[in-house]
């Protein structure tokens, strides 16, 4: 399996798998600003992010195991099983950053203060 430009670019050296600087410091802003919750240590944050990561990579090999391979006859995938295995991941990384982009919007627009009404 090949890694395409994108899932490079996401899976890059800054290790934010995806979510931009602004959004992650954001998440980070939320968590310290929670009343009365003990400040995760960055410990705790690497593992919860690796945790993450196990999910995202278990879910993917199931979706697009079922969907690009149907029978294991050979030791090598197909070049048939290689293309879909590779728009498959494609499209599962592209439809996960969409949505931690849209998770991290909402989250930055429930911190802002409501506007009062006078």
């Not at 992650?24 to 993450?52: F, I, N, R, T």
């Not at 295995?85 to 429930?110: I, P, W, Y």
Request: charged fraction near 20%.
């Amino acid at each position: 399996l090949k890694v395409g430009r994108e899932q490079h670019r996401l899976w890059g050296p800054d290790r934010n798998f995806g979510v931009p600087q602004a959004g992650m410091a954001a998440m980070a802003a939320a968590q310290a600003g929670q009343v009365g919750q003990p400040q995760a240590s960055p410990a705790e944050m690497m593992v919860a992010e690796l945790k993450g990561l196990t999910d995202i990579f278990s879910r993917m090999q199931v979706s697009c195991y079922s969907k690009c391979i149907a029978n294991v006859k050979e030791e090598k995938l197909s070049v048939g099983e290689m293309s879909c295995v590779d728009r498959c991941v494609n499209k599962f990384m592209d439809v996960h950053q969409k949505v931690g982009t849209e998770l991290q919007n909402a989250m930055a627009s429930a911190q802002q203060p409501m506007p009062s009404v006078e």
